[in-house]
Nanobody
Framework: VQLQASGGGLVQTGGSLRLSCAAS????????MGWFRQAPGQDREFVSA????????YYTDSVKGRFTISRDYAENTAYLQMGNLKPEDTAVYYC??????????????????WGQGTQVTVSS
């Protein structure tokens, strides 16, 4: 499975961005897609995930009410709509795909495939 992330950019505090993650290849094996982010000098952290079949969603507390994850099942694409952005949201955002949802959704180690990352910068 190959993942192509896009949609990052520079935005002012309070602004919005929408990230996309297009999956290709053996996408039938994917059961969940997630978004993680990594700020300079910090570990990669979980942001959000969506179960591919039934659309169940998960968020880290800091983005609840501001970010919305969704997917286009037919297009094998996941989206992360980010609103009311804050400077602390600045990071490289990565999308990831998982083949086994029984292991959980919030740890980097549970995901099998990763996209290349897209930079999100929020200016104050």
């Amino acid at each position: 499975v190959q993942l192509q992330a896009s949609g990052g950019g520079l935005v002012q505090t309070g602004g919005s961005l929408r990230l996309s993650c297009a999956a290709s290849g053996r996408t039938a094996s994917v059961v969940r897609m997630g978004w993680f982010r990594q700020a300079p000098g910090q570990d990669r952290e979980f942001v959000s995930a969506i179960k591919w079949t039934n659309g169940n969603v998960y968020y880290t507390d800091s983005v609840k009410g501001r970010f919305t994850i969704s997917r286009d099942y037919a297009e094998n694409t996941a989206y992360l709509q980010m609103g009311n952005l804050k400077p602390e949201d600045t990071a490289v955002y990565y999308c990831a795909a998982d083949r086994d949802y029984s292991l959980g959704y919030s740890s980097v180690q549970y995901y099998d495939y990763w996209g290349q990352g897209t930079q999100v910068t929020v200016s104050s």
